[in-house]
């Protein structure tokens, strides 16, 4: 099992920045990938970011590059979610995930079932 646990959510005004952090408990040597997903009230959950673990390549979604960075720490067991130029657009729940299955590889970063773990979100709202 695995345990993810969100912080770092708020308001800021619109072009603001913030960092979320995501930190794993458990059994986390097997983790493979984390990400982060968003979901706006009344929309689908979306993909906005994933790190492969071991290698750190990171992986976006078009309309995050750029201004937000994913990155990890091993040590620590954490992802963090560097967000600047924040829009009142971004504003979400944003949901961290961590993959721990090492078969079937991964078809897409970007799909919220490739994940076998979730945290219970941390709500960001950007003011305009």
């Known amino acids: 099992q695995v345990q993810l646990v969100e912080s770092g959510g708020g308001l800021v005004q619109a072009g603001g920045s913030l960092r979320l952090s995501c930190t794993a408990s458990g059994r986390t040597f097997s983790t493979i990938a984390m990400a982060w997903f968003r979901q706006a009230p009344g929309k689908e959950r979306d993909f906005v970011a994933a790190?492969?673990?071991?290698?750190?390549?990171?992986y976006y979604a078009d309309s995050v590059k750029g201004p937000f960075t994913i990155s990890r720490d091993n040590a620590k067991r954490t992802a963090y979610l560097q967000m600047n130029s924040l829009k009142p657009e971004d504003t979400a729940v944003y949901y961290c995930?961590?993959?721990?299955?090492?078969?079937?590889?991964?078809?897409?970063?970007?799909?919220?079932?490739?994940?076998?773990?979730w945290g219970q979100g941390t709500q960001v709202t950007v003011s305009s």
């Open positions: 790190i492969n673990w071991s290698t750190g390549s990171t």
């Open positions: 995930a961590a993959r721990t299955t090492i078969a079937p590889a991964i078809t897409s970063y970007e799909y919220s079932y490739e994940y076998n773990y």
